[in-house]
């Protein structure tokens, strides 16, 4: 049961997010506050903001996946992935301008999306599951920020700041999953057409749907499972890119094409 204290940091983050004024990160707070600094406490928070920002009138389109690349699980001293929730008001299509004066300290991400023809409710869901829930997937890109100045970050606060989600962008151009292969797709990102990022596929916990089952389990057991129509965000394929108003990123991934986006 969230308590005054987990309420306090949630609004912190919300007000963060609404002034465009990062704040010192919170696992500090939650300490002094006598909170466990741990995910479970960290995703009350992430849950009090979702509640806000329902009550306003947005709407849950599907979940991003974080935290995928073992570099930074080693960096934050974690071996598990985080997640957060996508909203219809940061959603944009390809070749879309994005307001940066919505936005704190941006960073683009290059990934796979997928999009859920089926609900995926079994705590023990497989990749099999995956690949059978999964009606298409998309060449995707992920603006994240964080309401953390500096991006001085650790687990707890970037799980309870919806895992540093805000905004992305889905390409048109749709593929079935058994007519591409994910796992050595290569992934590369331009920004105002210099490359700025690359990667592949098994970067992604050694594959994109690995990472969409180990969400599909996760969700499952918190009691707030994916469902047909959820857009699903895998994780990045490549090191995220800081982005300032006016430059354009367009990546490239095998088997899904090309996907842009412009800051302004």
């Known amino acids: 049961m969230p308590t005054a204290a987990h309420e306090t940091i949630a609004r912190s983050l919300w007000e963060a997010a609404a002034t465009r004024r990062p704040i010192p990160p ?4 939650a300490a002094q506050a006598g909170i466990p600094v741990d995910a479970e406490q960290a995703y009350a928070i992430q849950r009090i903001n979702r509640d806000r920002r329902l009550r306003g009138g947005d709407r849950v389109v599907g979940r991003k996946i974080g935290l995928t690349a073992k570099a930074v699980q080693a960096q934050l001293g974690v071996d598990v992935p985080d997640f957060g929730d996508l909203w219809a008001s940061t959603s944009y299509g390809d070749g879309d301008e994005i307001p940066i004066g919505a936005l704190i300290q941006p960073k683009v991400e290059a990934e796979v999306a997928l999009v859920l023809g089926r609900d995926l409710d079994e705590v023990d869901a497989t990749v099999a599951d995956v690949i059978r829930g999964t009606e298409f997937a998309l060449a995707a890109l992920e603006i994240v920020d964080s309401r953390i100045a500096y991006w001085q970050i650790g ?6 700041d919806n895992a540093s989600a805000a905004a992305f962008v889905l390409a048109g151009d749709p593929a079935r999953l058994d007519g591409i ?3 050595d797709a290569r992934m590369s990102l331009l920004r105002n057409d210099a490359p700025a990022s690359e990667g592949v596929g098994h970067a992604c916990l050694g594959h994109p749907l690995n990472a969409a089952a180990w969400l599909a389990r996760a969700l499952a057991r918190a009691g707030q499972p994916l469902r047909a129509g959820d857009i699903v965000l895998t994780g990045a394929l490549g090191p995220m890119v800081p982005a300032q108003a006016g430059d354009r990123f367009e990546a490239t991934i095998d088997g899904l094409g090309r996907i842009a986006v412009r800051f302004v």
């Open 26 to 29: 919170v696992r500090a707070a």
């Open 155 to 160: 687990l707890f606060d970037t799980i309870a």
């Open 181 to 183: 292969k994910l796992r």
